[in-house]
């Protein structure tokens, strides 16, 4: 009963973790890329529809793209777990005196006595599918992925960064004139970068303070070098 409410609890904590990282990946790039984007072609173009149109295909492009990397994470992360597990059972049964040998190997690092290390590896190499699940965890340090992770993961950064990237843009769809248009998306974006540094900084165990500012930073570079470089090649 134990160990079952041991096996339960890191679940938990993984899941969370994995929707967080998603989230975290998706509303970056979000904010930063079409952020970037709209300033670049702030220094070069004057009409704002120019720039909701390559603001809304960017975001459209990013967010599949993203997504499918995450897809494509989630796939290769289930395709490694299954590999070893089909080579743990080939060792199992081919190779058992080995296995028993690292089993009492892990029991002896962690402190257990010869006797009970014995009576450990015993136990548990009753069980073939439980030796094996064992050897997972604390052999190769695998986690059975969630089946549906890279669906999930798809869906999360996609989503994400099409909220995050809605934002910098959205001046842009009520307001003409680009340069005015900056300035609101400029406030805007840098607003919500600070916001979103602090509350993945504070959730992520780093000086919240410090983790906004660097967020803000790198958006605000990112959006400076993109409207100078409209700008020198304007000129």
């Given at each position: 009963?134990?160990?079952h409410l041991?096996?339960?609890h890191?679940?938990?904590?993984?899941?969370?973790?994995?929707?967080?990282?998603?989230v975290?990946?998706?509303?970056?790039?979000g904010?930063?890329?079409?952020f970037?984007?709209?300033?670049?072609?702030?220094g070069?173009?004057?009409?704002?529809?120019?720039?909701?149109?390559?603001?809304?295909a960017?975001?459209?492009?990013?967010?599949?793209?993203?997504?499918?990397?995450?897809?494509?994470?989630?796939?290769?992360?289930?395709?490694?777990?299954?590999?070893?597990?089909?080579?743990?059972?080939?060792?199992?049964?081919?190779?058992?005196h080995?296995?028993?040998?690292?089993?009492?190997e892990?029991?002896?690092?962690?402190?257990?006595?010869?006797?009970?290390?014995?009576?450990?590896?015993?136990?548990?190499?009753?069980?073939?599918?439980?030796?094996?699940?064992f050897m997972?965890?604390?052999?190769?340090?695998?986690?059975?992925?969630?089946?549906?992770?890279?669906?999930?993961?798809?869906?999360?950064?996609?989503?994400?960064?099409?909220?995050?990237?809605?934002?910098p843009?959205?001046?842009?769809f009520?307001?003409?004139?680009?340069?005015?248009?900056?300035?609101?998306?400029?406030v805007?974006?840098?607003?919500?970068?600070?916001?979103?540094g602090?509350f993945?900084?504070?959730?992520?165990g780093?000086?919240?303070?410090?983790?906004?500012?660097?967020?803000?930073?790198?958006?605000?570079?990112?959006?400076g070098?993109?409207?100078?470089?409209?700008?020198?090649?304007e000129g």
């Amino acid at each position: 009963m134990d160990t079952h409410l041991h096996h339960n609890h890191p679940e938990k904590h993984l899941k969370s973790s994995d929707l967080l990282t998603d989230v975290v990946i998706g509303m970056s790039d979000g904010l930063t890329v079409p952020f970037a984007l709209a300033a670049g072609l702030s220094g070069a173009v004057d009409k704002s529809s120019i720039i909701v149109i390559a603001g809304i295909a960017e975001i459209a492009a990013g967010s599949i793209a993203m997504g499918l990397g995450g897809y494509l994470a989630g796939k290769t992360e289930q395709d490694h777990y299954s590999s070893e597990l089909r080579r743990e059972y080939d060792e199992i049964e081919h190779l058992r005196h080995r296995e028993i040998e690292e089993t009492k190997e892990f029991f002896a690092n962690i402190g257990l006595s010869e006797a009970v290390q014995q009576q450990a590896t015993e136990e548990i190499s009753r069980d073939k599918d439980r030796w094996v699940e064992f050897m997972m965890k604390y052999e190769l340090g695998l986690d059975k992925p969630d089946p549906r992770r890279a669906t999930k993961s798809a869906l999360n950064i996609g989503l994400s960064y099409i909220a995050g990237g809605i934002i910098p843009l959205s001046p842009y769809f009520f307001i003409h004139d680009s340069g005015s248009a900056l300035k609101y998306s400029v406030v805007a974006t840098l607003c919500c970068l600070f916001v979103f540094g602090f509350f993945k900084s504070r959730i992520t165990g780093v000086n919240p303070w410090w983790g906004a500012l660097r967020v803000t930073l790198i958006g605000a570079l990112a959006a400076g070098a993109a409207f100078g470089v409209a700008k020198l090649f304007e000129g």
